[in-house]
Every structure is written in structure tokens, then in C-alpha cells.
């Protein structure tokens, strides 16, 4: 029997699968695996929180192919070898699987393409399964990618998705084949409590009850912090056991104004992928230098701490940092605050914060983490580069009555309504009741050392 080879990376699902169903079509068994490349450990990527989510993904991919005849094959160490590994056990003639934007993804697919050339297997790496539309699908005239998000959506939304694909029914795979055993949560310390179940079970039913109950009232309830009107989907995506490109037609059947505002959150991601793939260095260097002048991280190590301890004296600050720890995750209202807080109000290099967010985030994608910090720092796509969120502004606008803030700053639990959101004010004896920290930095100091800094002034 013919055999070929899946190779799962940011793709754990079975529903709609082109490189599985690529090699279900051409070959009489295949090898469903998945690598776990000691490149990417090398790196410092895997944090407990996305290992947690990892292992309950893998659990559940594997649980899904034994309900099809076949199961997961899982390998440790570079991701080159262990392919040619089983290349040669199987006799495999191709290899099947998604196109990444990220650097590490292309260079990954350069050593795998010609390692496989060597032994006559052929690889074959799809486009839209990462991505609703391949990040080279449109491009501007003169271009390689759109640095402006408005003329992207409109070519986006006029390019269309591919078809859905239907799961497998059945998946053979060549008996005989080495496997480590398929990690567990319980293998994951130091996991923040509140990391949610990963796996495509979990995310076929999310999704479900998305679009049921919440995707509707998405456009005006997406930036309430208390409300949390938001999907929830976004580990899903980053992890792959959700489609982008399911998730595109299937919102897309629903009419009104949020699930077209959803919509056009799904295109943000697959803008940010299109610029992560033409310019992989804008994953650590700035997609535009503004010269700015940060401070370094000795100099504004007590800030940095207060920041990431969510001990900065800006409630709504201190509450988006402290969700961050507890869930792996922050409201998409809540990052934008505090990127804006840490990049401009104190003046700290984004990419202090970029490392902070992909230490807890469940989501931790590099394309929309580290673009979305560098828009917020104004050194990315962002048209307004100098614009500045006010934490209190914000907390106020999105979070009106403090309850998003008492959640997750119960020192402050006593105080009623927006007064939650300046503690500060407090007077005498009233201020001394709560064991609150004092602000680390006044506003309008901050806004001068930035504007400073960027030679405004």
C-alpha cells in the first residue's frame, strides 16, 4: 500500500483539513502526525499556558482519529528529521501541510522541501488553512503585501474563501509506526487556573453557541470589558482546531452588523499574517522606525514590574494585567489599553510587552501579537502613530460602572460605580482604607517623556 504523510502544526482539527483530505485522496493510508520541533522549545515559545492548550488539542485530535481507525502519531526533536524519519519507515511518496506566515514557518518549509526532495518525496504546502485568504492572495499594485488595513478588507472581501471541506470518515494508517505517547495537561506546570479546555469538540460547540447567542450583539457590545461579548475563539484559531475559513461562511451567513463587524476581525488577523509573511522581521524589529528613544528595561524595571503585576495604581490597567495571569487570555479592549499604558504612558519598548503577552496568552500568535503591539506602539501599520489611550478615559467609556475593575481588583471592591476608576481621589482616611498602590507614574509626565522621546518636542 502507498502511503503520505499530514504534518500537523497550527492545524489540530479533522473538519475542513485540505492537507488531510489531499492525502486521504492520493494515497491508501497516511500518517496523521505531529512534531514536537526542539527548534521551537530552542526558541522560548512554549509557555505552560499554550502547552496546556497544546496537550488537550493533541488529546483531542488523537481521540478523533481513533473514532476513524486511525490515531496520532507524535514525535519529539527537529521537525526535518523526523519527517525523513518516517518517511523512510513508511515508504511515503508526499508529505502534506499548512502554509505559515511567521519566518520560523517559511524557513521550516525551505529545509523540509528540500530534505524531502533528497529522498523523492514530494511536499505539498496548503494555503487557507491558517488563513481565511492566503497572505499572497492579494497584494497591491507594486506591492508584495497591504500596509493599510481599509483597502486589504476591501480586496479581502471581494477575493471569497474556499469551500468547506467535510471531515473524514475513516483514516487507515500504516501499522507498526513508533509514537510517543500524546501529552496531557497534567504533564504542564505552572498553568494559570483559568486556562479554558482546548480541543475541536470544544471549539465546534463554542462556535455553536457563538453564533446562537453572542455573534449579534457583537458590533455594539465587542469593547464592553464587563459584558466580555467576545467570541472566545481566538486560541482556537491560533491552535487550528477551529477554521478560519469555516468560521468565515458561517458567520457570513448570518445578516446585520455584528456578524459583519466579526467578520472584519477575521480579516484583521489574516492582514496581520499577509505582513508577517512578506516581512518576517517585523516580528522583532519595527515595521516602521519611528526613532523612538525607550526607555530600557533597567531603567524602568520597577514600572515594568508594577505593570506586569498589575500593581500600576490604573485600575483598569491592573485588571486587564491581572485576567491576563489568572486566564491566559485579556479582553481585546483590555490589550489596547494596556499596550498603549506601557508603550506610551510609561515608554517602554513594545517589544517588552510582546514577550510579556506570549509568556501567558493562550492566543499567543506571533503574527497579531507582535503586529498588534507595534500598531498600539506606533511603530507598525497604525495611520495615527502618535495616538495615546488614557487608561482612565478608557476604563470610564468601557467599563462604565467599575465591574470589569472589581473583578479583578477586589481591593477596590467597596467603591461604587466610575469613582473605581480614579482611587486616587480619595481623601484622608478614605484613601487609606484600601491596600491599593499608589500611581507609578502621573499622566501628563507620561505623556511628555513619550512625546519627548519621539522628538515631538
Same mark, same amino acid.
Given at each position: 500500500m502507498n502511503a503520505s504523510i499530514v504534518l500537523f502544526t497550527s492545524d489540530l482539527r479533522l473538519h475542513d483539513h485540505? @492537507?488531510? /483530505?489531499?492525502?486521504?485522496?492520493?494515497a491508501d493510508e497516511v500518517v496523521p502526525l505531529f512534531v514536537r520541533d526542539d527548534r521551537v522549545d530552542a526558541a522560548g515559545f512554549p509557555a505552560p499556558n499554550r502547552l496546556a492548550f497544546l496537550a488537550d488539542s493533541l488529546t483531542a485530535?488523537?481521540?478523533?482519529?481513533? !473514532?476513524?481507525?486511525?490515531?496520532?502519531?507524535?514525535?519529539?526533536?527537529?521537525?526535518?528529521?523526523?519527517?525523513?524519519?518516517?518517511v523512510a519507515e513508511t515508504g511515503a511518496g508526499s508529505v502534506h501541510m499548512a502554509a505559515g506566515a511567521?519566518?520560523?514557518?517559511?524557513?521550516?518549509?525551505?529545509?523540509? /522541501?528540500?530534505?524531502?526532495?533528497?529522498?523523492?518525496c514530494a511536499l505539498t504546502v496548503h494555503d487557507c488553512v491558517v488563513t481565511a485568504v492566503a497572505p499572497g492572495a492579494v497584494t497591491p499594485a507594486g506591492g508584495d503585501h497591504f500596509a493599510v488595513f481599509t483597502p486589504y478588507f476591501r480586496r479581502w472581501s471581494q477575493q471569497g474563501v474556499r469551500d468547506v471541506v467535510a471531515a473524514p470518515r475513516t483514516v487507515r494508517v500504516p501499522s507498526g509506526l513508533a509514537s510517543e505517547r500524546v501529552p496531557a495537561r497534567a504533564d504542564v506546570r505552572e498553568v494559570s487556573p483559568g486556562v479554558p479546555p482546548g480541543g475541536e469538540a470544544v471549539a465546534r460547540a463554542g462556535l455553536t453557541a457563538w453564533l446562537r447567542s453572542g455573534v449579534a450583539g457583537y458590533a455594539d457590545g465587542h469593547d464592553d470589558l464587563a459584558g466580555?461579548?467576545?467570541?472566545?475563539?481566538?486560541?482556537?484559531?491560533?491552535?487550528?482546531?477551529?477554521?478560519?475559513?469555516? *468560521? +468565515?461562511?458561517r458567520v457570513g451567513k448570518k445578516d446585520g452588523p455584528g456578524p459583519d463587524a466579526f467578520v472584519r476581525q477575521l480579516c484583521w488577523r489574516d492582514f496581520h499574517h499577509q505582513v508577517l509573511a512578506a516581512r518576517p522581521r517585523a516580528a522583532s524589529?519595527?515595521?516602521?522606525?519611528?526613532?523612538?528613544?525607550?526607555?530600557?528595561?533597567?531603567?524602568?524595571?520597577?514600572?515594568?514590574?508594577?505593570?506586569?503585576?498589575?500593581?500600576?495604581?490604573?485600575?483598569?490597567?491592573?485588571?486587564?494585567?491581572?485576567?491576563?495571569?489568572?486566564?491566559?487570555?485579556? %479582553?481585546?479592549?483590555?490589550?489596547?489599553?494596556?499596550?498603549?499604558?506601557?508603550?506610551?504612558?510609561?515608554? +517602554?519598548?513594545?517589544?517588552?510587552?510582546?514577550? %510579556?503577552?506570549?509568556? %501567558?496568552l493562550v492566543d499567543g500568535d506571533i503574527a497579531a501579537n507582535q503586529l498588534n503591539w507595534q500598531w498600539t506602539a506606533g511603530t507598525g501599520n497604525d495611520?495615527?502613530?502618535?495616538?495615546?489611550?488614557?487608561?482612565? *478615559?478608557?476604563?470610564?467609556?468601557?467599563?462604565?460602572?467599575?465591574?470589569? +475593575?472589581?473583578?479583578?481588583? @477586589? !481591593? *477596590?471592591?467597596?467603591?461604587?460605580?466610575a469613582a473605581v476608576h480614579e482611587p486616587w481621589k480619595l481623601t484622608g482616611l478614605d484613601r487609606a482604607r484600601f491596600d491599593y498602590p499608589e500611581r507609578v507614574v502621573d499622566l501628563a509626565e507620561g505623556l511628555a517623556r513619550f512625546r519627548q522621546g519621539r522628538g515631538r518636542e
Open positions: 485540505p @492537507p488531510l /483530505r489531499a492525502a486521504l485522496n492520493e485530535l488523537d481521540e478523533a482519529l481513533r !473514532e476513524r481507525g486511525g490515531h496520532l502519531v507524535v514525535r519529539s526533536g527537529d521537525v526535518v528529521e523526523q519527517v525523513g524519519a518516517v511567521s519566518g520560523f514557518a517559511q524557513a521550516r518549509e525551505r529545509r523540509l /522541501r528540500a530534505a524531502l526532495a533528497e529522498r523523492g466580555d461579548l467576545t467570541s472566545r475563539l481566538s486560541p482556537h484559531l491560533h491552535f487550528g482546531t477551529l477554521s478560519p475559513v469555516e *468560521l +468565515v461562511h524589529a519595527d515595521y516602521r522606525d519611528r526613532h523612538d528613544r525607550w526607555r530600557d528595561e533597567h531603567e524602568a524595571a520597577d514600572d515594568i514590574e508594577a505593570w506586569r503585576r498589575g500593581r500600576t495604581g490604573f485600575p483598569v490597567v491592573d485588571a486587564a494585567m491581572r485576567q491576563l495571569a489568572h486566564e491566559g487570555w485579556m %479582553h481585546n479592549r483590555g490589550r489596547l489599553i494596556v499596550a498603549s499604558f506601557l508603550t506610551k504612558t510609561l515608554y +517602554v519598548d513594545w517589544r517588552v510587552g510582546a514577550r %510579556h503577552f506570549l509568556r %501567558h495611520t495615527r502613530p502618535n495616538r495615546v489611550l488614557n487608561p482612565v *478615559l478608557q476604563g470610564k467609556r468601557h467599563d462604565p460602572d467599575g465591574t470589569y +475593575v472589581r473583578r479583578w481588583v @477586589p !481591593e *477596590l471592591a467597596e467603591l461604587d460605580g
